[in-house]
């Protein structure tokens, strides 16, 4: 009973600390670096009408696209995007495909990814691609709730974390489903916490 009222009470004490740090700061504990590459995962830009396939080698607003072709645009994998609106990318293009952004990272700093999952509405049943930082391969994230149709998607939120290696980072996504329809990817977050000392 001692041992859960302590428990509560640490937690509650470093609910406190963050509170007050968000207060001081007006950051909060998960901040961006002051300045730089800031990391931006909406896929809003470049506007496309319908969809647009880009192969190997094609940047599309922060992303470069790094193996096979991705569509993007509001409508890339036949389902409107997470929240039905705006824009987002099925990492199958004609075939798989993976895209990377690089931003700016404190080295040590423990980040948290999250993003928006679907797939396309040819996936019947599932679709999974592999995250990966610094080219590094992160455990594979599969999509296969039921019932994605044109207008519902079917959005989930998936997480990871990775702790910051360098000044900068490379987040990737690497579509390993095989064919011309795949995972679909929408509103890519990432909150780092600065490295202790
Ligand atoms: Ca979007």
Redesign the pocket.
């Known amino acids: 009973m001692s041992t859960i009222i302590l428990d509560a009470k640490i937690r509650g004490q470093w609910m406190l600390v963050a509170v007050l740090a968000t207060l001081v700061t007006g950051v909060g504990l998960f901040a961006q670096p002051a300045s730089g590459a800031h990391f931006e995962g ?3 830009n470049p506007p496309v009408v319908g969809w647009t396939t880009y192969s190997e080698g094609t940047p599309f607003g922060p992303w470069t696209v790094t193996a096979g072709d991705v569509d993007h645009g509001p409508t890339p994998a036949g389902t409107t ?2 929240g039905s609106a ?3 990318v099925d990492l199958n293009g004609s075939v798989p495909g993976a895209i990377s952004q690089v931003f700016d990272t404190r080295v040590g700093g423990a980040c948290q990814v999250w993003f928006w999952m679907s797939r396309h509405v040819q996936q019947a049943t599932q679709a999974t691609l592999v995250p990966s930082v610094d080219s590094v391969d992160l455990a594979a994230v599969t999509h296969n709730l039921p019932g994605v149709a044109r207008n519902d998607g079917k959005w989930e939120q998936k997480t990871f974390s990775f702790v910051a290696a360098g000044p900068t980072t490379t987040l990737g996504f690497r579509s390993t489903t095989s064919g011309a329809a795949g995972p679909q990817i ?2 890519v977050s990432v909150g780092c916490r600065p490295p202790a000392g």
């Open positions: 909406t896929f809003e995007c997470q705006g824009q987002c929408d509103n």
